[in-house]
């Protein structure tokens, strides 16, 4: 029965818009596609009745829509790119910001910023990140490890800094 | 001194502790680490720092602004944009967006303007149709026939096309074109939905739940008839 099915989606609705935003990097172009990611999901037959296969199930038509916007720009890669090295014990996260992490979200591969929207934006569990990529746990384990290794390396080399703020001048 | 291999498993575990993905068993030996090992700890502290940040970086869209009302404005605010998370919010167009509730210096600079909103009977109401991807596209005060007509126009995602006419009941205005149309009355207020190129059994549908909404003005179970009258048909092709 479809009556309900849909319930959760408004509540979705800004986590997509986020996750989307963060793997095609173009806040208008995500509000687009989730747009007709939720026209398709409305329009679909079948839709899971669980509200967490219905949750995975909703990203995951984001996620292919995303994808798709991705290729239609040229700018997809399947394969998870090499990452830089970064020394996690000694790294100065004194420039870890908000604007510093977008600059650098902004300049990671598609793959890293999907798994980390996934995780951090989305906040599914390895499991169920694991499930709607199609990957094993262990991968998703290393690959978010890796994603947010690249992120502090683009923060590392970015030309941004953050300024603190003084007191009592 | 760590090998590569003990740190590659430590970055690992660190990262499955900011995500919360260690058993209690864990997190306990980590802990007992992480109070002693201070270069694990500032490890630790970046990573949740970076956490923060990255969730901290999309809070434009997981708390979406209302957007600023006009100051000349007369317009409720109740077209609550936030995506299609208010999914059926009602605009009361006694008053107006500034697109037909000009500021008096803009109304000097256009004395032609003949259309006022104070021509129609209060409380129209214009629905949000974006759960059914319809986006309020354009809005607009006009005079069909010399009767004061408002008219929004929505776009989905596949070049569809919709068009509501409002204006008092009563009043004759010269007929749309469009695939089909859907006409009713809510007190003095008679709305013409006007579809192009949506397929009919949508189109009644996402009418019948626009109706709903301009009669309960954007109740929450109208967002779920929106909803539900899109599950219910076909997508829109056209």
């Known amino acids: 029965m479809a009556r309900d099915l849909h319930s959760s989606l408004p509540a979705l609705l800004p986590r997509l818009v986020a996750f989307a935003r963060t793997i ?5 172009s995500a509000r687009d596609l989730v747009q007709e990611a939720v026209a398709r999901s409305l329009a679909a037959r079948r839709v899971p009745d669980d509200p967490s296969a219905y949750r995975a199930w909703m990203f995951r038509i984001v996620r292919n829509a995303a994808i798709d916007e991705l290729r239609r720009n040229r700018l997809e890669s399947t394969i998870e790119p090499m990452v830089p090295a970064v020394d996690l014990w000694r790294y100065d996260d004194a420039h870890v910001a908000k604007l510093t992490v977008e600059q650098g979200l902004a300049v990671l ?8 929207a996934l995780i951090d934006i989305a ?4 499991a169920e990140a694991a499930e709607l990529l199609g990957l094993p746990d262990g991968t998703i384990m290393s690959r978010i490890a890796r994603a947010r290794e690249a992120l502090l390396a683009a923060i590392d080399v970015s030309t941004i800094r953050v300024l603190k703020a003084r007191h009592g001048h | ?5 003990t740190r590659q498993d430590d970055v690992l575990r660190l990262n499955a502790l900011v995500d919360g993905e260690l058993s209690a068993a864990e997190q306990a030996a980590l802990a007992a680490r992480l109070a002693v090992d201070r270069d694990l700890a500032r490890a630790h502290a970046t990573l949740a720092n970076l956490k923060a940040h990255v969730l901290a970086s999309a809070e434009a869209e997981l708390a979406p602004p209302l957007p600023p ?12 944009w936030a995506a299609a998370a208010a999914v059926v919010a009602c605009i009361g167009i006694y008053g107006a967006t500034t697109a ?14 003949v259309v006022s909103l104070a021509a129609l009977p209060s409380n129209p109401v214009v629905p949000d149709l974006g759960v059914a991807g319809l986006k309020l596209s354009g809005i ?17 995602p596949h070049g569809c096309r919709l068009e509501l006419r409002v204006r008092q009941t009563g009043t004759a ?10 006409s009713w009355t809510v007190g003095e207020l008679a709305y013409d939905l006007t579809a192009y190129g949506m397929p009919a059994a949508r189109f009644a549908a996402v009418a019948s739940a626009a109706e709903h909404a301009t009669r309960d003005r954007g109740k929450p179970e109208d967002s779920r008839r929106l909803r539900e009258a899109s599950v219910r048909s076909g997508p829109c092709l056209g």
Not at chain 1, 109 to 116: G, M, N, S
């Open chain 1, 109 to 116: 591969a598609p793959a890293h910023r999907e798994i980390i």
């Open chain 2, 69 to 80: 009302m006009a100051k000349h404005s007369r317009l409720r605010p109740m077209l609550g």
């Open chain 1, 24 to 28: 095609v990097n173009n806040p208008e």
């Open chain 2, 140 to 156: 607009a005060m006009e005079s069909p026939g010399g009767v004061a007509t408002i008219v929004a126009n929505y776009r989905g």
């Open chain 2, 1 to 5: 001194m760590a090998t590569d291999r």
């Open chain 2, 100 to 113: 037909f509730a000009p500021s008096e210096d803009t109304m000097a600079e256009f004395p032609h303007t």
């Open chain 1, 123 to 126: 906040g599914f569990s390895y």
């Open chain 2, 173 to 182: 205005i010269p007929t749309a074109g469009g695939t089909s149309r859907w």
